[in-house]
């Protein structure tokens, strides 16, 4: 079964530092995976995707992820933090056995970023 | 790009009523859906797959006659909390995928908060 694990609940970063959250998977297969972006009250925006190809993976808002297939890990980074960037972060692997093409989110990692 | 919505966006109402939810595919057309649950500070759980034309696929554990599904056009599909109780408040956002689009490609709606008294 796929699966991703987000194991930060919280980040704090100052503002202007680079940032990480990270995210590890579980698959059978070639995984397909998300990152995504909610702010308080709201549903999901797409940051970025890997598919296949390169491993750096270029997103929205300056964001990228490296998909690391030895570690089995999909870290999201951004260079240099803004305050804006506070918001609830998902990690998501597409699920190939379940239905058809849903998602499974990992718990979410809260991103404080402190002026 | 690619928009859905969702209505209402927050709800109210009292324990025993039933309470429908749309979600929309605005610019394109959408054979599958998905609803989600998110509680409080966790995060999204499957609740079924809504297929255009065809019955839903309910996820283990979630009640088939409490959550009632409906898919009947390819633009909008319906969630109706049948006898809310206070324990299905909850968030509930739903995603879709482009009718002969990358399956991967997923697009999420801006959620319902729905608050059962």
């Known amino acids: ?115 | 790009g690619a928009v859905v919505s969702q209505h209402p966006s927050r709800v109210i109402c009292k324990s025993g009523t039933s309470v429908k939810i749309e979600c929309r595919s605005l610019d394109f057309q959408a054979t599958t859906m998905f609803w989600y649950r998110q509680f409080p500070k966790q995060s999204l759980m499957l609740m079924a797959t809504s297929n255009e034309g065809s019955k839903a696929t309910y996820e283990q554990g979630v009640e088939k006659d409490k959550f009632l599904i409906n898919h009947a056009s390819l633009t909008l599909s319906t969630l109706t909390v049948t006898s809310a109780h206070p324990e299905d408040s909850s968030f509930y956002i739903c995603s879709a995928s482009a009718t002969g689009g990358k399956q991967e490609t997923q697009y999420f709606g801006p959620g319902t908060r729905l608050l059962v008294l």
């Open chain 1, 1 to 115: 079964a796929q699966s991703v694990a987000q194991p930060e609940d919280q980040v704090n970063v100052a503002e202007g530092n680079p940032l990480t959250v990270k995210c590890t998977y579980s698959v059978s297969g070639n995984p397909y995976l998300f990152w995504y972006v909610q702010y308080p009250n709201r549903g999901l925006q797409f940051l970025l995707k890997y598919i296949t190809g390169d491993n750096l993976v270029k997103g929205s808002y300056g964001f990228e992820a490296e998909f690391n297939k030895s570690q089995t890990s999909f870290h999201l980074k951004k260079p240099s933090a803004l305050v804006s960037d506070s918001a609830l972060y998902f990690c998501a692997v597409l699920n190939y056995g379940g239905s058809q093409g849903n998602l499974i989110f990992g718990k979410g990692t809260k991103l404080s970023v402190k002026p």
